[in-house]
C-alpha cells in the first residue's frame, strides 16, 4: 500500500445521535476525539475523510480500494458491521480505535469474546 493513503471515518451523526440519547456518554466521543486528534498530530498519513452516511458509495464505486480505513469503535453497529466486512472482503484494512460496543457482528470481526471480569487482587 502507498505511504499516506489511508482514510478516516467521522461518525458526525452518530456522536450527535449518542448525545441526544445519553448525553452522560460524551466521555466516549470525547476519548476518540483526542485520540485520533493525538494521532494525526504526531503524523498519522490521513489524507480522506469519509461519513458514515457516505461510506456504502465510496466503497461500490472503488473510492476506498488500496486505503487504510480508520474508524472510531463508537461508530460500530450491525449495519456498519456489515460494511466493514464488506471493505475487508475487498482488501481494504480497517482500524478501528476506542472501546468496542457489545454488537455481535463487530465482535466477530474482530474476533473478540466476551468473558467475565477478573477477580482478586492484582
Known amino acids: 500500500m502507498p505511504q ?8 458526525f451523526r452518530e456522536y450527535h445521535r449518542a448525545m441526544e440519547t445519553k448525553p452522560t456518554d ?10 485520533v486528534t493525538g494521532a494525526v498530530n504526531d503524523g498519522l498519513p490521513l489524507n480522506t475523510l469519509v461519513s458514515t452516511d457516505d461510506a456504502p458509495g465510496a466503497l461500490a464505486s472503488g473510492a476506498l480500494d488500496g486505503r487504510v480505513v480508520l ?3 463508537s461508530a460500530l453497529s450491525a449495519r ?4 466493514i466486512e464488506s471493505m475487508l472482503n475487498r482488501g481494504i484494512d480497517v482500524v ?10 463487530v465482535e466477530r470481526l474482530l ?12
Request: proline share 11%; net charge negative.
Open 4 to 11: 499516506g493513503r489511508s482514510s478516516g471515518s467521522i461518525p
Open 26 to 35: 460524551i466521555d466516549s466521543a470525547y476519548f476518540e476525539g483526542w485520540l
Open 71 to 73: 474508524t472510531p469503535a
Open 80 to 83: 456498519s458491521g456489515t460494511l
Open 96 to 105: 478501528v480505535y476506542g472501546a468496542v460496543p457489545a454488537v455481535p457482528t
Open 111 to 122: 474476533n473478540l469474546h466476551r468473558s467475565e471480569p477478573g477477580l482478586g487482587a492484582i
